[in-house]
T-cell receptor, first 110, second 114 residues
Framework: GEDVEQSLFLSVREGDSSVINCTYTDSSSTYLYWYKQEPGAGLQLLTYIFSNMDMKQDQRLTVLLNKKDKHLSLRIADTQTGDSAIYFCAETPQNNRLAFGKGNQVVVIP | GAGVSQSPSNKVTEKGKDVELRCDPISGHTALYWYRQSLGQGLEFLIYFQGNSAPDKSGLPSDRFSAERTGGSVSTLTIQRTQQEDSAVYLC????????????FGEGSRLTVL
């Protein structure tokens, strides 16, 4: 199925860590993605994780994947004002379409 | 250009009018997608083009919506007899490989129907 769920809003103080969560339904998904949408802009691929991995670290970003629970999370360390955005998770294209969650808005408070 | 280009960036129209939204994908990208982003609704898939294959129109919400892609490059999304519920940001994306999830998005066309 293409049912990707995300919580909606998170505020975090600059310098703190932020965690965004996502659940998905298709256990056959090969890759899972995080996209970032800054205000007034389109989406930009932030990072992705292959389904045979539990964790991927990319500078300040850590992606955790729990395949058993179909749970994906994105941790941003030392959150900065430029991290204020909407974050979307997505699972492997099914029928050539990428299914996105509703997005999680992160607001960084200076 | 270096990225996906969409025009107009903003469009205000009256209910019942037709609108055309344009997408210029990254050169060489064979896959092109249209999504609609409404407040609180996330991204809704509309239509997908891949090369010369028949497009996947299964996401179009009504027969007032249509899209074409000329010469495997530029795409136009047309909404006829616009309704207020059509108000949204229409996002275009392109990809060099439809089997991956790496899509390159334009900045979108914000449509407001009065």
């Amino acid at each position: 199925g293409e049912d990707v769920e995300q919580s909606l809003f998170l505020s975090v103080r600059e310098g703190d860590s932020s965690v965004i969560n996502c659940t998905y339904t298709d256990s056959s998904s090969t890759y899972l993605y995080w996209y970032k949408q800054e205000p007034g802009a389109g989406l930009q691929l932030l990072t992705y994780i292959f389904s045979n991995m539990d964790m991927k670290q990319d500078q300040r970003l850590t992606v955790l994947l729990n395949k058993k629970d179909k749970h994906l999370s994105l941790r941003i360390a030392d959150t900065q004002t430029g991290d204020s955005a909407i974050y979307f998770c997505a699972e492997t294209p099914q029928n050539n379409r990428l299914a996105f969650g509703k997005g999680n808005q992160v607001v960084v408070i200076p | 250009g270096a990225g996906v280009s969409q025009s107009p960036s903003n469009k205000v129209t009256e209910k019942g009018k037709d609108v055309e939204l344009r997408c210029d994908p990254i050169s060489g990208h064979t896959a092109l997608y249209w999504y609609r982003q409404s407040l609180g609704q996330g991204l809704e898939f509309l239509i997908y083009f891949q090369g010369n294959s028949a497009p996947d129109k299964s996401g179009l919400p009504s027969d007032r919506f249509s899209a074409e892609r000329t010469g495997g490059s530029v795409s136009t999304l047309t909404i006829q007899r616009t309704q207020q519920e059509d108000s949204a940001v229409y996002l275009c994306a392109s990809s060099s490989n439809a089997n991956t999830g790496e899509l390159f998005f334009g900045e979108g066309s914000r449509l407001t129907v009065l």
